[in-house]
């Protein structure tokens, strides 16, 4: 009983969104020739009840190419400047030239090293970018007003330190949200 047999991942999250969206918009529609799931169907089977290997590897955000970033410290030795664009599927990378079209890349600071990290609204949908720590309190005043326009940026200006680990939109905290690793200088 205690173990849970479908955790949520974005993937389950987005398909959530999504049906809950589509049954908004279309409730007058529903209903007809729909069959409940059985007991022992979980989102992630197969037509053989084969359970999937969907390890949200794959980019939910068109604009991205992957969702596998480059973390070793001396990619990031000489980074103080991060730009993302802001979808409502997640945060894709620009620059520097390593997270460019990576969905919520890992971002690698050096503890105590002054950054600046800026989103940019890609998609008419309120987007902010906040630095949250392990329980989900934001660090320092680290939350951006909302940019809701394309290409409307906000920027945070910040010392990185080890209580940072988390960079979100605090509109979409399940889907658009990347770790922050610091690392000693």
């Excluded at 800026?118 to 329980?135: F, M, P, R």
């Amino acid at each position: 009983m205690g173990t849970d047999r479908w955790p949520v991942t974005r993937r389950r999250a987005l398909a959530g969104i999504g049906g809950a969206a589509a049954i908004t918009s279309s409730a007058g529609c529903l209903g007809l020739g729909t069959e409940p799931e059985s007991e022992g169907d979980s989102p992630d089977t197969d037509a053989n009840g084969t359970e999937s290997t969907d390890d949200d590897s794959d980019p939910v955000t068109d604009a991205a190419e992957t969702t596998v970033t480059d973390t070793d410290p001396d990619t990031w030795a000489g980074v103080s400047t991060i730009r993302l664009d802001a979808y409502v599927g997640g945060w894709v990378g620009v620059e520097p030239p390593h997270i460019d079209r990576v969905e919520n890349p890992t971002l690698v600071l050096v503890d105590g090293r002054e950054y600046e990290l800026t989103g940019e609204n890609q998609d008419s949908v309120k987007h902010n970018l906040a630095i949250h720590d392990e329980s989900g309190t934001v660090v320092d005043d680290l939350s951006s007003p909302i940019i809701a326009t394309p290409g409307e940026t906000e920027t945070l200006r910040f010392e990185a330190s080890h209580e940072m680990v988390t960079y979100i939109c605090e509109h979409q905290p399940v889907i658009q949200l990347g770790d922050i690793r610091v690392v000693d200088g």
